[in-house]
């Protein structure tokens, strides 16, 4: 028997395995600091049903200036990310963008974490001493 195997490589979504739930997120940046979940939530509600808020802390408490929405449908998210991008909050304007997987946004944005700590333990290009 010869059988198809099935397509094993990442999914388009970002998720992981075979039955892993597709998520519809966007990305909230520049918020003014004293944003809150509920104040994203009554924003983004008009434009689908809201799923979850996160805003996301450093290890002090102190916010970081972003937040991630997540809607039931993809048609949902890309109204909010039409409607709302540079719509002002809190005085500040914000920009909505989809949200993707932290690995294949630190791909695309060409940083590669391994790579600083490589380039700090290589030697300096160039002749030596005494050469």
């Keep these: 028997f010869a059988r198809k195997r099935a ?3 990442p999914r ?5 395995g075979p039955g892993a739930k597709q998520r519809h997120r966007v990305i909230v940046r520049n918020l003014a600091w004293q944003a809150e979940a509920a104040d994203l939530r009554r924003l983004f509600q008009a434009h689908g049903a809201v799923r979850d808020v996160h805003l996301p802390a450093a290890a002090g408490g ?3 200036g972003f937040a991630f929405v997540e809607f039931a449908s993809k048609e949902e ?3 909010a990310v039409r ?3 540079a719509r002002e909050l809190h005085g500040r304007p914000i920009a909505v963008d989809h949200a993707v997987a932290k690995d294949r946004y ?7 974490p ?4 490589l380039e700090s333990a290589a030697p300096a ?5 005494g050469k």
Excluded at 106 to 112: F, L, R, S, T, Y
């Design 77 to 79: 998210c890309e109204d």
């Design 106 to 112: 630190q791909k695309a944005a060409g940083h590669n």
């Design 83 to 85: 409607f709302l991008n």
């Design 7 to 9: 397509r094993r490589g």
């Design 62 to 64: 102190k916010r970081r």
């Design 114 to 117: 391994g790579a600083e700590a």
């Design 125 to 129: 290009e160039g002749p030596g001493p």
């Design 12 to 16: 388009a979504d970002g998720a992981k």
